[in-house]
């Protein structure tokens, strides 16, 4: 069965979309530990990040970068944290997380009450950050 992720990607589920490119796709995580949390996932499902072969990685993590490049511009931040931890949902993410300080990082933390109207405006900062930064 398709992941839920997968199902994002395919269109099947709705998402606050931020960026995508042949071989990922990144949203808002819906239950953010900060604005401007984001999930870059390869479009290809596997499990377990360390699953993922070279290409995969190497095109994953370039990927993110130029997200978090993105979300830079948009959140005010020191700079964007990477988190992977992958318990709940078994495709592959990286977690893309801006930081002021190590506390914007703890997953233990309660999650950010946000309306759909942030999302969108946050997703659609984001996204037209995303398209001004073509490597
Ligand atoms: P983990 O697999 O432990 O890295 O956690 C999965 C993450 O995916 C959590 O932070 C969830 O809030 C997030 N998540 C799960 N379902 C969705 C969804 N439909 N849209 C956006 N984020 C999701």
Partial sequence: ???IFSKIIAG???SFKVAE???N???LDINPIARGHV????KR???YLF???DRGLSSLILFSRRVAKAIERVVP???VGIAVIGLEVPHAHIHLIPLHGVYDIDFSRPKLKLSPEEFKETAQKIAAQFSLTAL
Avoid: Y
Avoid at 39 to 42: C, E, G, M, S
């Fill in 1 to 3: 069965m398709a992941s």
């Fill in 12 to 14: 099947e589920i709705p």
């Fill in 21 to 23: 490119d042949e071989n």
């Fill in 25 to 27: 796709f990144a949203f």
């Fill in 39 to 42: 999930l870059a996932v390869p």
């Fill in 45 to 47: 499902e596997v499990d």
């Fill in 51 to 53: 699953d993922v072969d």
């Fill in 77 to 79: 931040c020191k700079r």
